[in-house]
């Protein structure tokens, strides 16, 4: 396998970083991307969720960066908020080496004002969604002369949902000499024809373009009682975590009150959820305080939570693609995983891709303990303050372990936004630290705390 080591002009500062973060050999999609995107080259890549495409388009954006220019010079375009906030994470972890680096999103959900202040204090990367980008090119709060990298990510998702025209408008409002780069899962013949309008000369690269067959256990229930079903397969498999796909958001909503009576830790994630509801719910089950997580495909593109163990597709996929990018949300990086179809016996023809892939199973054979529930040991405790009020994991932790006296053990995964912090805390302890945090402050400041629904 390829290191990083071996990219052009990478600095020694970034192989350090690099390294600290875990990052110790370059993936497939990587490897052959980096050095022909420093070296200038367009690029069509074709490559499926979960090869490490963030880095490949992303470590190249982040080398080339002037910090002294305060003009926008990469724009990355992704079909979601979640996947933007994803990217942006992703990022500033690489970019930590370098100083004043700035990344901003623009996206939906949050006001169209607050991110004209933003950008008018300079940026950049940029990172959005084809409508919000859009917005702020007609408001005249965005320009894009200065951008010489274009990226699409997710470009076969951005086209499902009906983005060609802003990108392609999008596009003509950068400079004719920029480098595009255009990464998506499959290759559908209107992805062909974006390609012909934005890039030129690309170098195309296919890697890792399907769900290998040891990663992934593909299986298909025939039922007509789809709630017993999955409540059965629940407590047969018994997985750790467990995410299911419906095709609404009322079915989803439906869902997830149906598993909560059932004595199960779950939370949903919809289109009609505010942005900030929407990365709460994220955080809960990426953290392990909610163990199933039911959703809409709003959460079958950018998410990239580790260790999913098993996918359930509640309602059938309405295409191969959708279906291909809902169960590649387990088996990620060298991880395996399984992904269970239910299926309607009138149901069979719209999902011949799925029986051509998938074995089929019978429910008499499943081991049912009719007591488990999929319960958390954890609760995800939320303070009013983060990065802005420069609060740092150490400085929670510290407070926790040093002034209230709870057990590291009994401390899960701490997540900090720009105005709040989420830490997972055993159920056990949870009152306690409620209480002391009346009293006890964290770096001289007191600040409000409350346990996520």
Not at 244 to 252: A, E, L, Q, Y
């Amino acid at each position: 396998m390829a290191t990083f080591d071996t990219i052009n002009t990478i600095p020694p500062a970034l192989l350090d970083t690099l390294q600290n973060l875990g990052f110790e050999t370059m993936t497939p999609i990587q490897n052959q991307a980096i050095n022909p995107i420093l070296s200038g080259r367009d690029i069509l890549a074709q490559s499926k969720t979960g090869s490490g495409k963030t880095l490949a388009f992303g470590l190249p954006a982040i080398m080339r960066t002037d910090t002294d220019n305060y003009a926008p010079q990469t724009l990355i375009i992704t079909p979601t908020r979640e996947l933007a906030d994803q990217i942006a994470v992703e990022l500033r972890r690489i970019a930590s080496y370098k100083a004043n680096l700035k990344i901003l999103t623009l996206y939906g959900g949050v006001p169209l004002r607050t991110q004209a202040d933003s950008l008018a204090k300079g940026a950049h990367i940029l990172i959005g969604t084809p409508g919000r980008i859009q917005d702020h090119l007609a408001k005249e709060t965005l320009t894009l002369k200065s951008i010489q990298t274009l990226i699409l990510d997710e470009a076969d998702r951005m086209l499902d949902m009906g983005f060609y025209d802003e990108i392609v408008k999008i596009g003509s409002n950068t400079p004719k000499h920029k480098q595009t780069l255009l990464f998506s899962a499959t290759f559908p013949q209107k992805i062909e024809q974006l390609a012909h309008t934005l890039l030129k000369d690309p170098l195309t690269l296919k890697v890792d373009t399907l769900q290998a067959q040891t990663k992934i256990e593909e299986i298909v229930y025939e039922t007509e009682e789809k709630l017993r079903t999955l409540t059965a397969l629940i407590q047969s498999y018994q997985p750790d975590s467990l995410l299911i796909f419906c095709n609404t958001k009322v079915m989803v909503i439906e869902l997830t009150q149906q598993l909560n009576e059932r004595g199960h830790s779950v939370i949903d994630i919809h289109g009609d959820l505010d942005q900030r509801d929407r990365n709460e719910s994220l955080i809960a089950f990426s953290n392990g305080s909610k163990r199933i997580m039911v959703a809409t495909d709003v959460a079958s593109r950018g998410l990239d939570i580790k260790d999913i163990q098993l996918v359930i597709n509640y309602d059938l996929p309405f295409d191969e693609e959708v279906y291909t990018h809902r169960i590649g949300r387990t088996g990620r990086a060298d991880a395996t995983g399984r992904a269970i179809s239910l299926l309607s016996p009138h149901g069979s023809q719209k999902c011949d891709y799925i029986l051509q892939k998938a074995q089929k199973a019978h429910l008499k054979t499943l081991r049912v303990d009719a007591k488990f529930r999929m319960q958390s040991d954890y609760d995800t405790l939320c303070l009013n303050g983060g990065k802005k009020s420069k609060l740092r994991k150490g400085d929670i932790l510290g407070t926790l372990c040093k002034e209230i006296g709870i057990d590291i053990q009994h401390i899960g995964k701490i997540e900090i936004t720009d105005t709040k912090s989420y830490i997972a805390l055993h159920h056990t302890i949870i009152e306690k630290v409620l209480k002391a945090l009346k009293k006890v402050k964290i770096k001289k400041r007191k600040y409000i705390a409350w346990v996520l629904g």
